[in-house]
């Protein structure tokens, strides 16, 4: 049935795995197959598949005896009513408070959702600039980290023995806590470290700390963007983080940049690049050289692999070539080292592109932008490189347009120089007392950086963390701070724009917020509370009535749009140093999930497959399929990784896309006391990490491995609910969308067997715009939360049992040395003839008189019946009591929709409570329903905008005009289905497509 | 003989009383796991007739948050306080309410309304919809102690929304979506109220 263009017939345009490009056997049998096993046939010894014919047997049994027994009196149900009814407060109806989610440097504001006092989901705050409502995938999961039944009761005291190492953890109280703490304040010699701290209130409350206590304090960050800021400061003249306007810019040249993904303010980045990918406005040109694939090179045009030893080569090239087309001189102190990178950047694949990409950026200056910054651009020379691209900026007049001054990123403040600063203090025995706040550096500092060995000879240290994590263990006191959703707390940013963190629940357990035991300690009379309410309270305009909008809205200020230019440059001496080219490049780099490892005792961020391998519940060692073949290894083969004096075991994957001399490993993961969930899952990837006098090196390390001849097998999502080649995915070049905007689309004659249903009122649907879409995965955990979808483990998901409602599928096109990515999210298509309720014996699932297909759990006997004829894969199986969580972690559960239980069937909603929920406010309010009023839970958590809910029954909706677009389609519109979802075409600013796909009409048979 | 007579009859005794159990299952005369008449002893004698029936409060002056929410929800005791911090007959009941107030420690009421499981019922829009609480409810201003009035069943939901389907005022507003059917303003609001997800999400 599948034919294609490519020159080997059998090999597939759009592929979803190595195993599917090669046509394995063991892929086809995959696809082939909805259920990947069954429980009755697990630890049997029969075939895949069979039925374990004794335990099936039993089984019945059991469920006959239980349905015997299962007609009794219902049991009494006591309903205790408020005494005093906090007014705010109406059983059955959520409460929202605006707060803000920090994470590290990448702070968004969101709008808390609570009920009866307890918050349930998290949002993106619509007026937070940038951002908007758009909120990330770890945004999302925020939320269940509140709930996290790792985290410390009280505060707990570390019995230290004659080495320093921990001989025993056993509770205090706060008063035996505080006057430890209050006797190491008038000793002296008191230090404070923390991760860069976004709130003015509470830094100068520290500072005031520590100038009390006679010491200092010490902002790091072992994201660290601190090199960047340094040579911001060399070539523009200002030491801050630049906003990157993404919107201005018509070509983005990223070196090692994840914009999208992981960097600096991705989530703002998500939102204006995704305006530009529109073809019918003005269409960005995207580059990106890379020597991991990370989702901003997957959404990129071009895309190269590249090696971190080339970044430098690449970025000197460029501003040679763009100072020749500007006619500026290129930096003298510059020459010799270009000069000796000639036969490496003739020697690139792409050496013939280069001077075009310059070309481009030329003609696009002041419109244009060159962006790095990754953890893979942290080679030794990232300096060097981080000078030349700003220096390129500069030179292209980007400076103030597109690399923005006036609202920089102020939250960006720790440095790899304070920790050294504070690593010599220590080992000089000046540091009495440390105070750790925000931060893990026993887990994320390599042993090589000795701050284990100098924390040693501090005789007193306090964590303020919330469980008994590495660094937990190496503390004398743990006085766990408030969880952020407890919290007071006002955040700066961006410059000049004021957030706010609100408490949205009581403190869970006996926690205290830090900076009140610094007030306490120093004697103030004032709480944290109050603090942080008086300083706040004149910026924001001083009367009451101005608090109280400020609360309400959580924002205050706007960003500006004044321009700055730089000064200008004439190129310093570049810091570099040059190694002998080696075998292999280690690449640490940050996914967009686990990233620094801050959440990974979050379950919803682990099993969330990564964007781009599909793969959760590990770290893995990335490898080309060059490399693979040529040292004989397979998916999941172990080998142990040597780089900087240190070996780990790690498992392989093999990635596409990735250059044949670069290995590539996830930091975040291999922590060894996070919780029940992230203990032991992967392998520290921090260790391979070297932190220099002020830089962290992440990248370009010399590396080997060996074959250890054991096997993980990594739990890969993708592959299951394969939709077997056919017409998935459309694609077009941006010019013959232009010419047709039908172009790639192979459309088919339809006809059906039914009648037409008839839809009197509403009939929802929504539309999907592929190429806005850049597959973050912001709805999956957007949709966990909002729809009680539980978590299953590793285990598995390696049996295909993930439950999630909304997947982003993520296709290959091209070759596996340089593959272009598509992702597609894919939820419940809500078909007019929809296969699954033909075949239901039970009528479980029916159609609605709204179009939408509703499940009804408490019909649904499990035959599965309809997850098998579904031709999309969307519907899910409870094989097990997933769902039976215990306290805390139950009160996440969203009180609108029903938990399931094992035996029943489910799958998208289209968020049927929601929207039921405004329809019925909107009944209360004798009031008709605007277009966009009702939002799905991933309409709304997405920045690109790419998913779009409505009615589609009304022609002015934002959908309907969407789903009439010419660039839209039906996914499988030959079956006659009639999805209520249809795709817009993802469109490339290229002048070819991946895949020798040169016909404009797209074909698949 | 006789062995095999009482057999027999044993046999036939059983098979009508299955016949008349199904018979009184399928035409509603039984039901099986609903509460209704279910009367429990609450820890508060509190008087339904009294307030509601002789005093004329209006139901919605206690369960305020049936206009709004889902739940028409147990007053909470500052809403008994309103009146009775004034009323200060000399009563052991009385002096229990003023004591679970003060003390904050509320009271655990017996819940008498069970609807069956997974199912999510909205008193809003039924109330915005002009039902009487009665309706539902029963007689509960002649209530001592209160009992559930109906079984709350699926089908005893139906019935009430298939009237309404087939009412007059509905299907005129069918009517009217029909005929503008293909002009361009066919957005007038219909109630679904008979799809699954209505009551089951």
């Not at chain 1, 620094?596 to 990564?610: H, I, R, Y």
Request: charged share 20%.
């Amino acid at each position: 049935m599948q034919t294609d263009v490519n020159e080997n017939s059998s090999t597939p345009k759009y592929w979803l795995s190595l195993e599917q490009w090669r046509n394995d056997e063991g892929f086809k049998e995959l696809a082939q197959r909805e259920f990947l096993s069954s429980p009755l046939a697990e630890d049997n010894k029969t075939p895949a598949g069979g039925w374990a014919r004794r335990e099936f047997l039993q089984l019945m049994g059991a469920s006959l005896a239980l349905s015997t027994f299962g007609c009794v009196r219902r049991p009494v149900e006591k309903i205790v009513p408020y005494a005093k009814r906090p007014k705010e407060i109406i059983p059955g109806l959520p409460n929202y408070y605006a707060s803000t989610f920090v994470d590290g440097y990448d702070v968004v504001g969101t709008v808390v959702r609570t009920r009866e006092g307890r918050p349930i989901k998290i949002e993106g705050n619509e007026f937070y600039p940038g951002s908007g409502e758009g909120l990330s995938a770890r945004g999302q999961a925020q939320i269940l980290s509140l709930y996290d039944p790792d985290r410390l009761t009280g505060p707990v005291q570390n019995l230290v023995n004659a080495k320093r190492t921990n001989k025993d953890t056993v509770s205090t109280n706060w008063v035996k806590a505080e006057s430890a703490l209050k006797a190491a304040l008038g000793e002296g010699g008191v230090y404070v470290l923390s991760s860069s701290n976004p709130s003015p209130t509470s830094r100068s409350i520290i500072e005031k700390f520590v100038a009390q206590g006679k010491g200092k304090y010490f902002e790091f960050d072992i994201l660290d963007r601190s090199t960047f800021i340094n040579s911001q400061g060399r070539v523009t003249g200002t030491e801050i983080m630049p906003s990157f306007d993404l919107s201005a810019a018509d070509v983005i040249v990223g070196i090692d940049a994840d914009y999208l993904g992981t960097g600096v303010a991705s989530t703002a980045h998500q939102r204006a690049f995704a305006l530009r990918r529109d073809p019918g406005g003005s269409m960005n040109h995207v580059i990106q050289f890379e020597s991991m694939m990370t989702l901003t090179g997957t959404n990129a045009d071009e895309r190269y692999a590249i090696k971190p030893s080339e970044q430098l080569a690449i970025a000197l090239k460029l501003a040679e070539s763009i100072c020749i087309q500007m006619g500026v001189s290129f930096p003298f102190a510059w020459r010799e080292i270009y000069g000796s990178f000639n036969d490496t950047i003739k020697g690139f694949p792409f050496a013939k592109k280069l001077n075009s990409i310059a070309e481009k950026l030329v003609k696009a200056k002041g419109k244009s932008l060159v962006i790095t910054g990754a953890e893979a651009s942290m080679t030794q020379n990232q300096s060097a490189v981080y000078d030349v691209v700003n220096f390129i900026n500069g030179v292209l007049g980007n400076d103030g347009k597109t690399v923005k001054y006036s609202n920089s990123v102020s939250s960006v403040r720790g440095s790899v120089a304070s920790l050294n600063e504070l690593i010599s203090l220590m080992n000089q025995e000046l540091v009495k007392t440390l105070i750790i706040h925000n931060s893990n550096p026993l887990y994320t500092l390599p042993e090589a950086s000795g701050f284990r060995s100098a924390l040693a000879k501090v005789k007193t240290v306090f964590y303020t963390g919330d469980r008994v994590n590495e660094t937990g263990i190496g503390s004398n006191y743990i006085i766990p701070d408030h969880h952020p959703l407890e919290k007071w707390m006002d955040v700066e940013n961006i410059s000049g724009v004021l957030s706010l963190s609100q408490p949205t629940i009581q403190p869970l357990y006996d926690t205290k917020a830090f900076e009140d035991i610094l007030l306490q300690t120093l004697g103030s009379t004032q709480t944290w509370n109050q603090t942080v309410k008086a300083s706040t309270l004149a910026k924001v305009g001083g009367s009451e009535k101005s608090w109280v909008q400020f609360l309400q809205k959580g924002v205050y200020g706007t960003v500006e749009n004044s321009p700055k230019s730089g000064r200008s440059y004439n190129g310093s001496p570049l810091k570099i140093r040059l190694d002998e080219a080696a075998d292999f490049e280690l690449v640490l780099y940050t996914t967009v999930g686990i990233k620094d490892g801050t959440l990974a005792n979050v379950s919803w961020l682990q099993e969330f497959p990564d964007p781009i391998t599909k793969i959760c519940w590990d770290n893995y060692l990335c490898i080309s399929p060059k490399t693979a073949l040529d040292s004989g290894l397979n998916e999941g083969d172990v080998v142990a990784l040597t780089s900087n004096g240190i070996t780990l075991d790690v498992p392989v994957h093999i990635q596409p896309g990735l250059n044949d001399r670069v290995l590539a490993l996830a930091l975040g993961y291999g922590q060894k006391a996070a919780g029940k969930v992230a203990n032991d899952i992967g392998v520290n990837a921090y260790q391979f990490a070297a932190i220099e006098k002020d830089q962290i090196i992440y990248s370009g390390m010399n590396a080997k491995f060996k074959k250890t001849g054991q096997q993980i097998a990594l739990a890969n999502v993708q592959g299951h609910h394969s939709m077997e080649g056919r017409q998935i995915v459309v694609e077009a070049t941006l010019k013959d969308i232009l010419e047709d905007p039908q172009a790639g689309q192979h459309k088919h004659k339809v006809f059906s067997l039914w009648s037409e249903h008839k839809y009197l009122g509403h009939k929802w649907g929504m539309a999907v715009d592929l190429s806005k879409c850049n597959g973050c995965g912001a709805c999956m955990i957007a949709c966990q939360a909002e729809n009680n979808i539980p978590v299953v483990g590793k285990r598995h998901v390696l049996n295909g049992r993930e439950m999630s409602w909304i997947r982003i599928d993520r296709y290959y096109t091209g070759t596996p040395e340089n593959p272009d990515v598509v992702y597609q999210p894919l939820m419940c298509m809500h078909c007019d003839n929809a296969p699954c309720e033909t075949v239901c014996p039970v009528l479980a699932t029916v159609h609605s008189d709204e179009g939408t297909n509703d499940m009804v759990y408490n019909r649904c006997v499990g035959t599965r019946y309809c997850a098998n004829n579904c031709p999309y894969k969307v519907r899910r199986f409870n094989w097990f009591n997933y769902s039976k969580v215990s306290n805390p972690l139950k009160m996440v559960l969203n009180p609108e929709v029903t938990v399931r239980s094992r035996g029943v069937m489910e799958k998208c909603t289209f968020c049927v409570q929601r929207v039921k929920a405004k329809k019925t406010e909107v009944k209360l309010a004798d009031r008709k329903l605007q277009d966009q009023e009702i939002k799905t839970a991933c309409q709304q958590t997405c920045a690109a905008e790419a998913l779009v809910f409505g009615d589609l029954n009304d022609p002015s909706s934002e959908v309907s005009k969407m789903q009439r677009s010419l660039r839209s389609y039906s996914l499988l519109e030959e079956l006659a289905v009639m999805p209520a979802v249809k795709y817009m075409s993802k469109v490339r600013n290229v002048s070819q497509l991946k895949g020798a796909d040169n016909h404009k009409k797209g074909g698949h048979h | 003989m006789i062995k095999k007579l009482i057999g027999a009859v044993v046999v036939l005794a059983v098979l009508a009383g299955i016949y008349t159990f199904f018979h009184l299952l399928v035409n509603n005369k039984l039901s099986i796991g609903y509460n209704k008449g279910y009367q429990p002893t609450q820890p508060l004698p509190f008087s339904h007739k009294l307030h509601s029936g002789e005093l004329g409060l209006d139901c919605k002056y206690c369960h305020a948050s049936a206009e709004v929410s889902r739940h028409s929800a147990i007053p909470s005791l500052n809403v008994c306080m309103n009146c009775h911090i004034n009323l200060n007959k000399e009563s052991k009941y009385l002096t229990q309410l003023k004591e679970a107030y003060n003390s904050g420690d509320s009271i655990a009421w017996v819940k008498v309304h069970m609807l069956p499981d997974h199912v999510k019922f909205n008193h809003a829009p039924h109330i915005k919809a002009g039902k009487d609480c009665q309706t539902c409810h029963g007689p509960v201003e002649q209530m001592e102690k209160v009992y559930q009035h109906s079984d709350l069943s699926m089908g005893w939901c139906i019935s009430c929304h298939r009237e309404q389907m087939d009412s007059a005022a509905h299907s005129s507003i069918i009517e009217e979506v029909k005929n503008k059917d293909q002009g361009q303003d066919s957005k007038k609001h219909v109630p679904s109220i008979i799809n699954c997800s209505t009551c089951h999400y």
